[in-house]
């Protein structure tokens, strides 16, 4: 072998062995694991359209109980007679009266439809599968209505001038039952109790008067009014039975008084008195600007409930259109109008049969009448019985029909 091939490798000999050397004296790697990145996706934010939910359809329940309830056996046709009211009307066709507005139709080709007078003829008819009650003749001398497959059409009987009073027309309840309800204040607050007028002395200074008696009247407004005056006297007081609150003062009426010369004290002859004028009775303007005749019998417009606290001209029980005095009044929502059904609660009774001797049952609460209010105060309201099964009494109490 040739020398220069010797040496090349013994060099190479000697480079491997430095290179094993460092090796050996180098520090062992450590394991490791082979660890593969996720690839990162960006992210994507998604941006939905704010769509409703499907509202879904209630599941059908129980049919509604029946509020309008026709009489079992009621007429097709029925003709108004002189001295029937609405409320006799209604009892014809109805079980519950005040639900009278919900089945009148008015005829818009009928003159003055929501008036009835004596000999109109009233007929059930229906619109829209639902029975109604409308004027189906005008007496004899109005249109008639005919009810076709085709619905309602109008013949004319006899076409003339027909002209009658509105008075003529039947009132809601007897005119003459409620007349001094909406002609005399019944309840006169404190503070108008204390601003009002009042009678100072008589023209021959007696202490009793009564009509064509000249009475001078102290702090008598005379810039308003018709010049007639109305006398009363301050009666009891009305309180809430349950609260206690002074709900104001009764107004007894007294008489009427024409004024004859203004000034302080103004002059005024009793033109009418119910009984005997004193000295210190009240005076104050006759306002019949309220009277109502042809309001319609309906339910407060919400849920009441209320005491009866006082009855007009009765001490103990009262009955069918004679007033009662309510602790409602304008603040619970109460209208001339509405209706109130009169109910007594129940009495607590002994069990003979329960081995307690101090056992006791209480009997349910029964409706003993109706009674529709005819004017509203503040606090209070008068409403005229308009049925009544039992004597009704002062214990009873009202609540929404």
């Known amino acids: 072998m040739p020398i220069i091939n010797n040496r090349q490798l013994v060099k190479g000999i000697i480079l491997l062995s430095g290179m094993l050397l460092i090796a050996a004296c180098a520090e062992p790697p450590l394991p490791y694991a082979v660890v593969y990145e996720e690839e990162k996706v960006p992210e994507v934010i998604t941006v939905k359209a704010e769509i409703p939910e499907p509202i879904s359809e209630p599941e059908p329940g129980p049919e509604p109980v029946e509020t309008v309830v026709y009489e079992a056996e009621f007429p097709e046709t029925y003709i108004v007679q002189e001295g029937d009211t609405l409320w006799d009307i209604s009892t014809v066709f109805l079980r519950d009266p005040w639900f009278w507005p919900e089945i009148w139709f008015k005829n818009p080709q009928v003159e003055n439809p929501h008036l009835i007078y004596p000999g109109d003829t009233l007929a059930i008819i229906y619109v829209g599968g639902q029975r109604k009650v409308q004027i189906l003749s005008r007496g004899a001398e109005g249109s008639v209505l005919s009810q076709t497959s085709d619905g309602l059409r109008i013949v004319k009987v006899d076409p003339r001038v027909r002209s009658k009073s509105i008075d003529a027309t039947i009132p809601s309840i007897p005119v003459d039952s409620i007349r001094h309800l909406i002609e005399r204040p019944l309840i006169v607050d404190a503070d108008t109790l204390n601003k009002s007028a009042y009678v100072l002395t008589s023209f021959d200074n007696h202490l009793i008067n009564s009509i064509n008696d000249k009475l001078y009247v102290r702090n008598l407004d005379t810039s308003t009014g018709i010049g007639r005056y109305q006398i009363y006297r301050p009666n009891r007081a009305l309180f809430d039975p349950i609260t206690n609150e002074l709900l104001g003062y009764e107004a007894l009426y007294v008489g009427e008084s024409k004024l004859l010369l203004r000034g302080d004290p103004a002059t005024v002859r009793v033109t009418n008195s119910d009984r005997e004028i004193l000295r210190d009775d009240r005076v104050m303007p006759i306002d019949n600007t309220n009277f109502e005749r042809d309001f319609y019998p309906r339910p407060p417009s919400t849920?009441?409930?209320?005491?009866?606290?006082?009855?007009?001209?009765?001490?103990?029980?009262?009955?069918?259109?004679?007033?009662?005095?309510?602790?409602?009044?304008?603040?619970?929502?109460?209208?001339?109008?509405?209706?109130?059904?009169?109910?007594r609660t129940g009495d607590v009774v002994r069990d003979d049969h329960e081995e307690d001797p101090r056992f006791r049952v209480k009997l349910p609460d029964e409706s003993v009448g109706m009674a529709m209010v005819i004017r509203s105060f503040e606090k209070v309201s008068y409403a005229l019985i308009m049925e009544a099964e039992v004597p009704i009494s002062i214990r009873d109490y009202v609540q929404s029909p």
Do not use: K
């Open 303 to 343: 849920e009441v409930s209320g005491q009866i606290v006082a009855l007009l001209n009765a001490i103990s029980q009262t009955g069918a259109y004679q007033t009662i005095a309510v602790n409602l009044g304008q603040r619970d929502g109460l209208e001339s109008g509405n209706i109130l059904r009169i109910r």
